[in-house]
C-alpha cells in the first residue's frame, strides 16, 4: 500500500534527519561538547546534552509510535526533560555512539512507517498532558523537535567558534 502524499512527505522529513545529530558534533573537541553555556544561553544544555536529549526523546517516539499502531488508544506519559539531562549524566556518554544510535532508530522507524497504511496513521493515543494524538502527529512533533534543536545548537556552536 502506497501511503497519502501528507504521510510520505513526513515520513520522508523524518528520514532527512538520519545524520543531523552528527552534524552537531562533527568537528567538535569533548570539551567543545560540554561547554557549559554562556551568555543569553546560560543555564541551558551543553551541546552534548541536547544531542543525549534527542536521542532520549527519539527511542521515547519509537515506543510511543509502535504502541498507537498496536495497542488500541494507549495512554503515552510524559517525562521530565529537564531532570534526565540534569541527572543522567549526559556529559559523559559517548557522543559518536548517540550519533549512530540516533541514526540506526531512524533508519528502523522510518522502515517500519513506510509499511504502514493511512489508517495506521490515523490510530490514536492519549497523552497525560498533551490529550488525544495520532501516530501522524506524533512523527511531526519528533521532526519538529531536532528542528528545534538544531536552532539552538547551532547558535552555541557558532558560540564556540565552530563553523556552521
Request: hydrophobic share 40%; with cysteine; glycine share 4%.
Amino acid at each position: 500500500m502506497m501511503l497519502s502524499p501528507t504521510n510520505a512527505q513526513a515520513v520522508a522529513r523524518y528520514t532527512q534527519q538520519i545524520g543531523r545529530l552528527a552534524s552537531w558534533a562533527k568537528n567538535l573537541s569533548k570539551a567543545q561538547l560540554v561547554a557549559p553555556p554562556t551568555g543569553q544561553y546560560l543555564g541551558t544544555w551543553t551541546i552534548a546534552q541536547n544531542i543525549i536529549h534527542c536521542l532520549d526523546g527519539d527511542l521515547s517516539a519509537t515506543h510511543r509510535m509502535r504502541r498507537i499502531v498496536a495497542e488500541d488508544v494507549p495512554l503515552l506519559i510524559a517525562y521530565d526533560e529537564t531532570r534526565l539531562a540534569a541527572r543522567l549524566g549526559c556529559d559523559h556518554d559517548d557522543i559518536d555512539q548517540a550519533c549512530r544510535l540516533f541514526d540506526e532508530n531512524r533508519r528502523f522507524v522510518a522502515a517500519w512507517l513506510n509499511r504502514l497504511t493511512d489508517e495506521d496513521f490515523n490510530r490514536t493515543a492519549v497523552h497525560n498532558q498533551n490529550g488525544k494524538v495520532t501516530l501522524a502527529q506524533v512523527v511531526k512533533t519528533y521532526s519538529d523537535h531536532i528542528d528545534a534543536h538544531e536552532k539552538t545548537v547551532m547558535i552555541k556552536r557558532t558560540m564556540l567558534g565552530a563553523p556552521g
